[in-house]
């Protein structure tokens, strides 16, 4: 696809959802020891908002901003379960991957806007 096409495809989107975009989220805490599944809701002043659940059902709240770049930033999260965390990403506009570390020290990764993300769990 051509990027001034791929341009006006993702500003229409913008435009019919409200200025506003969610995409699917997928990843792990503890290198794959849990697996999660959500959906991040990025605004088109560089702000969002993901939730997320784990496979043992933990409910995961957060927020994130995008630097002045537009392809990298950063954010945090808290879990129903106490568990709290920030979180570095960079995106291509439509999909992305992060990592972060929870505040006992637990790594986590993630990815974003990939149409092959699988919920077999």
Request: with cysteine; glycine share 16%.
């Amino acid at each position: 696809m051509k990027k001034p096409f791929k341009l006006y495809v993702i500003l229409i989107t913008f435009f019919v959802t409200g200025c506003s975009l969610t995409l699917p989220v997928q990843g792990d805490f503890n290198r794959g020891k849990e697996r999660f599944l959500g959906q991040a809701t990025g605004q088109i002043d560089g702000s969002g908002s993901l939730t997320i659940t784990t496979e043992s059902g933990i409910a995961c709240m957060g927020k994130f901003q995008y630097a002045d770049s537009r392809v990298s930033g950063t954010g945090t999260f808290e879990c129903d379960d106490g568990r709290k965390g920030t979180f570095n990403f960079t995106s291509n506009g439509t999909s992305g991957l992060g990592f972060g570390k929870t505040d006992k020290g637990e790594p986590f990764k993630f990815v974003f806007g990939h149409n092959d993300i699988k919920t077999d769990w």
